[in-house]
């Protein structure tokens, strides 16, 4: 079956960065769009990243020009390097599979990892 493994996050201060990593495994990645979502408490789970089977990406307005995707698929893997973080990044984030029209919402993805937690501090 399919199963993600997200991994890379940490408590750390305003202005660091972080990068987090997704580990695929049970599908043929390379066949599949990917995204980053988050969840702060009390919260909506909300997009973040997306990176499509040919690298095309986006981004949430809140992390243009802070946050980068990408993909690895000879290792099944994707990225979100986080650069200039700020307290409001604090969240547990997760990765999905696309599986659905969109790549914005949270109905288009499936098979999600169990989440990493990000913590910035002010």
């Known amino acids: 079956q399919v199963q993600l493994v997200e991994s890379g996050g940490g408590v750390v201060q305003a202005g660091e960065s972080l990068r987090l990593s997704c580990r695929a495994s049970?599908?043929?990645?390379?066949?599949?769009?990917m995204g980053w979502f988050r969840q702060a408490p009390g919260k909506e789970r909300e997009f973040v990243a997306f990176?499509?089977?040919?690298?095309?990406?986006d981004y949430a307005d809140s992390v243009k020009g802070r946050f980068t995707i990408s993909r690895d698929n000879d290792n099944n893997t994707v990225y979100l390097q986080m650069i200039s973080l700020k307290h409001e990044d604090t969240a547990v984030y997760y990765c999905?599979?696309?599986?659905?029209?969109?790549?914005?919402?949270?109905?288009?993805?499936?098979?999600w990892g169990q989440g990493t937690q990000v913590t910035v501090s002010s």
């Open positions: 999905g599979v696309r599986t659905g029209p969109k790549w914005i919402r949270f109905e288009d993805y499936e098979h």
């Open positions: 049970g599908l043929t990645f390379s066949a599949y769009a």
């Open positions: 990176v499509s089977q040919s690298a095309i990406t």
